[in-house]
T-cell receptor, first 115, second 112 residues
Framework: DGGITQSPKYLFRKEGQNVTLSCEQNLNHDAMYWYRQDPGQGLRLIYYSQIVNDFQKGDIAEGYSVSREKKESFPLTVTSAQKNPTAFYLC??????????????FGDGTRLSIL | AQSVAQPEDQVNVAEGNPLTVKCTYSVSGNPYLFWYVQYPNRGLQFLLKYITGDNLVKGSYGFEAEFNKSQTSFHLKKPSALVSDSALYFCAAGDTGNQFYFGTGTSLTVIP
């Protein structure tokens, strides 16, 4: 079945530690997105990528980094500079530029907490 | 600034009654409009979309949505609510640049 896989489902970060959240898709989508979800705040865009080897900052990129070396993969690193990382992180993919009328497909999220 | 608003954080409805979850948007041009549903500790699932044409669009699980261009609204509806419809609902708008704008979500509770 085609879809998006996020791992791990739960992740704990120690003080001063960087952690990486995995996102893999087999939908052959060009565009991929990372969102942060906090209670009552909806989804906030962290980074997005419209094509391999290119990505753009979203609204809350500070303290996060990404890479897009392969079409299928868009990992998110939460760095120690992100002082309040506790949240539910969602990865999404979408067919890409020129297909804006197509919906995004979401993974089942990673819940990150501070130890 | 482009935005999507869901004016109600919480909607309660009795099982079997019709339900409406409201959404308005402020996105330039003719945006594409979407509704998603989220169950606890899960990702968002696509319900339906408006691209062009009929103002009433039908989607999954008996949901439909009414597009109103003059009021820039895209309200989600269902004629008869089920307890299993209880979830968090998100409205979203997509522009031609492949940018997507999400509302803050509405928590729907269907009371048995």
């Amino acid at each position: 079945d085609g879809g998006i896989t996020q791992s791990p489902k739960y992740l704990f970060r120690k003080e001063g530690q960087n952690v990486t959240l995995s996102c893999e898709q087999n939908l052959n989508h060009d565009a991929m997105y990372w969102y942060r979800q906090d209670p009552g705040q909806g989804l906030r865009l962290i980074y997005y990528s419209q094509i391999v080897n290119d990505f753009q900052k979203g609204d809350i990129a500070e303290g996060y980094s990404v890479s897009r070396e392969k079409k299928e993969s868009f990992p998110l690193t939460v760095t120690s500079a992100q002082k309040n990382p506790t949240a539910f992180y969602l990865c999404a993919s979408q067919q890409g530029a020129g297909y804006s009328n197509q919906p995004q497909h979401f993974g089942d999220g990673t819940r990150l907490s501070i130890l | 600034a482009q935005s999507v608003a869901q004016p109600e954080d919480q909607v309660n409805v009795a099982e079997g009654n019709p339900l409406t979850v409201k959404c308005t948007y402020s996105v330039s041009g003719n945006p594409y409009l979407f509704w998603y549903v989220q169950y606890p500790n899960r990702g968002l699932q696509f319900l339906l979309k408006y691209i062009t044409g009929d103002n009433l669009v039908k989607g999954s699980y008996g949901f439909e949505a009414e597009f109103n261009k003059s009021q820039t609204s895209f309200h989600l509806k269902k004629p008869s609510a089920l307890v299993s419809d209880s979830a968090l609902y998100f409205c979203a708008a997509g522009d031609t640049g492949n940018q997507f704008y999400f509302g803050t979500g509405t928590s729907l509770t269907v009371i048995p």
